[in-house]
């Protein structure tokens, strides 16, 4: 058993919400505890390095705060003037956390920066232990995010954990540097010096905090595995030729998708009409949204048309880099399709040879009458030196 608890569907509004207030109120709890520890620490021992620290957790203060009503927020059903509910508000709020995070940033190198001229700091070992002691709750707390962030595939939260493990690093310099401070007194500008290196990581993290937001807001591509989630319902119901234009956007844990999949244009309207049906209820389980799907007719002569669909059949297993040389041949015991595939070259023998009877088996079971014939060629990976025609040369992998 992990370190949290068992709620539900991970893909429920609801339920992700409730995690996501989770990891605010632990935030909350463990932020508060180090920031008032620190706080007192740095104004005990006049350390500016550790004055600036603990002005840095509290703006993890806010980071948590702002997270708890966020998700507060998100989880509130669709209205009449949000009709994909209120999931966006996560990365409108990130960004209001992103410069207060900035703007306290600055305060710290500004303060650092007046401190340079008389530097002065009365600390002991003591003090040293009691920052390592708090540097282990910045631990647990970003450990405790990162699962979390896991769990419900949020970005803020994952976010929040990387923040945390910063301020566990942070925490970690300012302790050498007060042991420094410690043992060689001489070298007191050390303290107003690790300030100024707190204050400008600080102004990193949320200029990095406020781009990733502002990313989302604008729409960012779904990643590979959401794609072939969705294209697996369809390729999955008989009756469907291929599946393309999958388009998702994002709005916290709701995701609008729609998508167009091929069939026979012979096929009846009703027909077509389960099949559309029945990909829309397999996305609608997956990812608990009501998607659109729109039912393209394939005439069954367009020689083009069933060239692509066939290469959108071996594209979609995920080990396949790229397919090319697809061609169709007439023969006298039906057609003979002759595709050339590229796979990892790191793929063992067996690996390949399976891989090549699922694309031919779902070759011939989505083109009946059609016998398949592949290729498979290793890719290393080198584009520019690679002799194969791909359709991703040139693309960092």
């Not at 550790?50 to 998100?74: E, K, P, R």
């Not at 650092?112 to 070992?125: K, T």
């Not at 595939?153 to 310099?173: E, K, Q, V, Y």
Request: glycine letters at 8%.
């Amino acid at each position: 058993m992990g370190i949290l608890p068992e709620y539900g569907d991970v893909k429920d509004p609801a339920v992700r919400a409730r995690y996501g207030r989770l990891e605010a109120y632990v935030g909350l709890g463990g932020n508060l505890l180090v920031f008032f520890g620190k706080l007192a620490l740095g104004l005990f021992i006049a350390s500016m390095a550790v004055l600036g620290d603990s002005l840095n957790h509290l703006t993890d203060i806010a980071v948590s705060a702002v997270i708890l009503y966020s998700f507060t927020l998100s989880s509130k059903p669709a209205d009449e003037h949000h009709p994909y509910g209120h999931g966006r508000a996560e990365s409108i709020l990130a960004i209001v956390v992103s410069s207060l995070v900035i703007s306290m940033g600055i305060l710290v190198i500004r303060e650092a920066v007046s401190g340079l001229d008389n530097p002065a700091i009365g600390a002991d070992m003591f003090s040293v232990i009691l920052i390592a002691a708090f540097t282990c709750v910045k631990i647990f707390l970003a450990l405790f995010a990162f699962a979390v962030g896991k769990k419900i595939d949020s970005d803020a939260i994952r976010a929040d954990g990387w923040n945390h493990l910063m301020d566990s690093a942070i925490s970690t310099a300012v302790a050498v540097g007060v042991a420094i401070t410690v043992w060689y007194p001489d070298h007191l500008i050390l303290d107003p010096i690790l300030a100024m290196a707190i204050g400008v990581i600080v102004v990193v993290v949320g200029i990095k905090l406020a781009y990733d937001s502002a990313s989302a807001l604008m729409g960012t591509a779904p990643d590979r595995a959401t794609l072939d989630e969705v294209a697996k319902c369809a390729r999955q119901v008989p009756g469907v030729m291929g599946a393309h234009h999958i388009e998702i956007h994002e709005y916290g844990a709701y995701k609008a998708i729609s998508m167009h999949v091929r069939v026979s244009e012979s096929m009846g309207a009703a027909e077509a009409h389960d099949i559309a049906e029945r990909v829309e209820s397999c996305i609608q389980e997956k990812f608990k949204t009501r998607p659109m799907v729109h039912i393209d007719p394939v005439k069954s002569h367009c020689e083009e048309c069933e060239l692509a669909m066939i290469r959108d059949v071996a594209k979609g297993f995920p080990e396949v880099i790229s397919v090319h040389e697809v061609t169709v041949l007439q023969g006298a015991k039906g057609a003979v399709v002759d595709m050339h595939v590229l796979v990892d070259s790191k793929k063992s023998i067996e690996q390949g040879h399976a891989l090549v009877h699922e694309i031919m088996a779902e070759v011939e079971r989505r083109f009946p009458g059609h016998r398949a014939d592949i290729h498979l060629e290793p890719c290393s990976g080198d584009c520019p030196s690679c002799r194969e025609i791909c359709d991703r040369r040139g693309v960092k992998k």
